[in-house]
Each structure stands twice: as C-alpha cells, then as structure tokens.
T-cell receptor, first 110, second 113 residues
C-alpha cells in the first residue's frame, strides 16, 4: 500500500511556466521533505516542514516554494522552471525513525 | 572532502554472488545509518536502518557499522537479478522529528543471470 504518494509521476513543463508537484501521505508523519535528485547524484534537500513550520535550505533557489495546507499534503511550486531544474523530485516523510520516500516526480523542462 | 563518500560503480556480479557495498564518512556526529535501494526512475526504498556500531541482519541483507573507522557496509547474500538497482547509503545525527539526512551518491549494482 502506497504511503507517500506523488503526483504526477511524470511532468513536462515549458521553460518559465509555473508548475506544481504534489505529495500526500497516509502515515500521519509530522515532517515532510522535498528533495531534488539529478541523474547519478545524491538527493539534495530543498526544504522541509516540521508540522506547519517551513524550513528552507540555505542554497535552495527562490524559484522553489512549498505549501503544506494540512498534515497529509505538501506541494512544491517552481515559479519559473529553467532547463537546469529538470530532475526527479522526491517527497519524503518522517516521524520517529527514518525517512520514507514517494516514487518521485520526474520533471522535464522543454 | 564530501561528508559521505560512496563509489558510484557500476558493480556487476553474477547471480548468487555475495555483494559488498560500502560508504565512508567524515562527520563523527552521525549516529543513525540507512541503506536505501532505488530502482531506475523510482523513489528510494528503505532497506536497512541501524543505530551506532554493530551488525543488523534482515533476510539476505546485512548492514554493518564501524563508527571507529567511519565505515558502513551492506552485504547482499545470494544476489538475484531483482537486486539490480542503485544503493544509497544515508546517515543522520538524530532520530525523531526533523532528520538532516546526508546521502551518498549511490552505487549502481547489476546482477547478471
């Protein structure tokens, strides 16, 4: 049973056109994360929510924003996607132990 | 120097072989160690979770942590073609709540039938 669900699995967007990726969880975990993973690279943390508290990594570009309207859902907004933003975007959750990941959304920018 | 070093491979082994995957790290604050398996175009899946030094076994998988050497390993016995994936080591100073997880780059494993 899927516990961290990301939609869509594949997203194609135009250069500069805003795009939103979504994540939902059935685990009731209080922490949710967004990672960016480029080909043959380690996942890179963009930001996380601890309950409603938003925490941005220092090197996350302003182009990336996030919303968490409730415990179950979290969104990643890319305001003006560039070619360099093409990547796999991973949502994860945690509570008392290790992080659980969704299947990711592969973003293509054309 | 990266905080976590992992050989990206690829590593090719025949079916049935014992596979050894390794990571070294430099941050002595790391206390919790994970191994994730990532199939192509999928999200990482947690395989093993260990605390501090020692061994942990789960079926064909054994995780080892040697904090004195800052070295962790994942052994896969009787490897199967379905084990072909990228294996990411990961570590964090804490458990519970927010976890600042540092990942290795991942080792790509291919098990040949």
């Amino acid at each position: 049973d899927a516990m961290v669900i990301q939609n869509p699995r594949y997203q194609v967007t135009q250069f500069g056109k805003p795009v939103t990726l979504s994540c939902s969880q059935t685990l009731n975990h209080n922490v949710m994360y967004w990672y960016q993973q480029k080909s043959s690279q380690a996942p890179k943390l963009l930001f996380h929510y601890y309950d409603k508290d938003f925490n941005n990594e220092a090197d996350t570009p302003d182009n990336f924003q996030s919303r968490r309207p409730n415990t179950s859902f979290c969104f990643l907004d890319i305001r003006s996607p560039g070619l360099g933003d093409a990547a796999m975007y991973l949502c994860a959750t945690s509570r008392d132990s290790s992080a659980f990941f969704g299947q990711g959304t592969r973003l293509t920018v054309v | 120097q990266k905080e976590v070093e992992q050989d990206p491979g690829p590593l090719s082994v025949p079916e049935g072989a014992i596979v050894s995957l390794n990571c070294t790290y430099s941050n002595s604050a790391f206390q919790y160690f994970m191994w994730y398996r990532q199939y192509s175009r999928k999200g990482p899946e947690l395989l093993m979770y260990t605390y501090s030094s020692g061994n942990k076994e789960d079926g064909r998988f054994t995780a080892q942590v040697d904090k004195s050497s800052k070295y962790i390993s994942l052994f896969i016995r009787d490897s199967q073609p379905s084990d072909s994936a990228t294996y990411l080591c990961a570590m964090t100073p804490n458990s519970g709540g927010y976890q600042k997880v540092t990942f290795g780059i991942g080792t790509k494993l291919q098990v040949i039938p």
